[in-house]
């Protein structure tokens, strides 16, 4: 692995990390867009960020220049996730859509469809959600049951997705529809991207553990969508949604950033924390000490796959399954933080932001595929173990 950077990267960081000095508003350092807890006037202050990023043609750096982004390469987006990190400064309003839809549209969209949708989800004029999961279908998404009906020119939906995040915010979804029911499973389904304004679009939010809206179930009655919304060909939506989710399993490289983050606050935490009168600080004790040395060595651990992940892809060789031990890795560690700030704080971690955090990390153990589903995959794919 050759960990240096390379000059156009370090000249890159120079050049964005002066427009990010001199254009993120101090209202919105730290504004934590994941809660999905948003204002109106908070969205409003998000679309001009959102579009001062696009003009600056820094909302998507990694998409080539011919949609609005630069065609940066690898280091650059390493570079870019490491300074809006630092800077603590919020992405923008389409992260599902930016990283995981687009290519989508990119690979299998019609020139109308990518001349339509990209700029205006570059820039947040729209905001995009994944209608994949459902009740019955969600590690086996081929299940999915959500039909979509030909008639003329239109596709009839009918049906309910759920763990819809953003749902509630988005105008469009890049919906997976059953559209023919008697070939098997991974056969008759299609790729539509449906505009969330249709009459027979319901959205009802779902409140998680965390008090907080992140994401929805979403219900089709009767939804007449015209034919021009097929994304790709008619009922190969598979190929088209594992072209979404191989972006969606891409994104490794920066998971580690706010991983380490966290275990910095909370070694700081430990140091300013008293446990006893004679002036001892939860660092002091050897059980927290034994905890929080565990989440340092798998946060670097992590920054240790992430190097792994950037030089694969430097020298061109794909991801492919090393991606499942990253978010496998991730989650865990993500759990064990949590874990450990409960030693470092005692009962008080279950209130405020350590509070929230220890309830709201086991959903990562879940989204973006499973722990168990992930386990499955590196004991086959990576290890080369049989299939039971
Ligand atoms: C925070 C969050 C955001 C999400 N956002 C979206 C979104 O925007 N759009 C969307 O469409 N979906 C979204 N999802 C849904 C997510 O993709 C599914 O939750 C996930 O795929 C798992 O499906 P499931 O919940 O139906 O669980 P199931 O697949 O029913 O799994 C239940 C349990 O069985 C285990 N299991 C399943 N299959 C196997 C197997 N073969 N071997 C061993 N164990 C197995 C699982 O690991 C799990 O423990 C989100 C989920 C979360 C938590």
Not at 113 to 132: A, E, N, S, T
Request: net charge negative; glycine share 8%.
């Amino acid at each position: 692995m050759d960990f240096a950077y390379p000059p156009e990267a370090a000249a890159f960081r120079e050049e964005f990390r002066a427009w990010l000095a001199a254009n993120l508003p101090e209202g919105l350092v730290g504004f934590d867009w994941a809660s999905m807890e948003i204002e109106s006037h908070e969205l409003e202050q998000m679309r001009a960020w959102n579009r001062a990023l696009a003009d600056a043609r820094f909302a998507a750096i990694a998409w080539p220049v011919e949609y609005g982004g630069r065609g940066a390469g690898v280091m650059e987006q390493v570079v870019f996730a490491e300074e809006m990190s630092k800077a603590d400064a919020p992405g923008t309003l389409n992260p599902l859509g930016i990283s995981n839809i687009a290519p989508a549209i990119m690979h299998w969209g019609t020139a109308e469809q990518k001349r339509h949708f990209l700029p205006r989800m570059l820039r947040g004029d729209d905001i995009w959600c994944q209608g994949f999961s459902e009740p019955d279908a969600g590690s086996d998404l081929a299940s999915l049951r959500t039909r979509a009906a030909i008639d003329g020119d239109t596709f009839v939906v009918n049906g309910q997705k759920v763990w819809n995040t953003l749902g509630h915010l988005a105008n469009w979804c890049e919906l997976l529809v059953r559209t023919d029911p008697d070939v098997p499973k991974h056969q008759g389904i299609s790729c539509l991207l449906v505009d969330m304004t249709l009459p027979g679009v319901e959205v009802r939010p779902l409140v998680t553990i965390t008090g907080e809206r992140e994401f929805n179930e979403i219900f089709f009655h009767d939804v007449h969508v015209p034919s021009a919304a097929l994304l790709g060909p008619l009922n190969e939506g598979w190929k088209v949604a594992m072209t979404t989710l191989a972006y969606e399993r891409g994104g490794v490289a920066a998971l580690h950033l706010r991983v380490r983050k966290k275990v910095q606050r909370l070694l700081e935490l430990a140091r300013t924390t008293k446990v006893d009168a004679g002036g001892r600080t939860a660092a002091d004790v050897p059980a927290v000490r034994q905890a929080l040395a565990r989440v340092h060595l798998e946060a670097d651990y992590l920054k240790l796959l992430a190097d792994r992940a950037i030089s694969a892809e430097l020298h061109d060789r794909p991801l492919g399954p090393e991606s499942s031990l990253a978010k496998l890795v991730w989650s865990d560690v993500e759990n064990h933080i949590a874990e450990a700030a409960a030693e470092v704080l005692g009962p008080a971690a279950n209130t405020g932001e350590w509070g929230r955090d220890r309830v709201y990390v086991r959903a990562l153990s879940i989204a973006g595929g499973t722990t168990q589903v992930n386990k499955n995959i590196i004991a086959q794919r990576l290890l080369g173990l049989p299939r039971s």
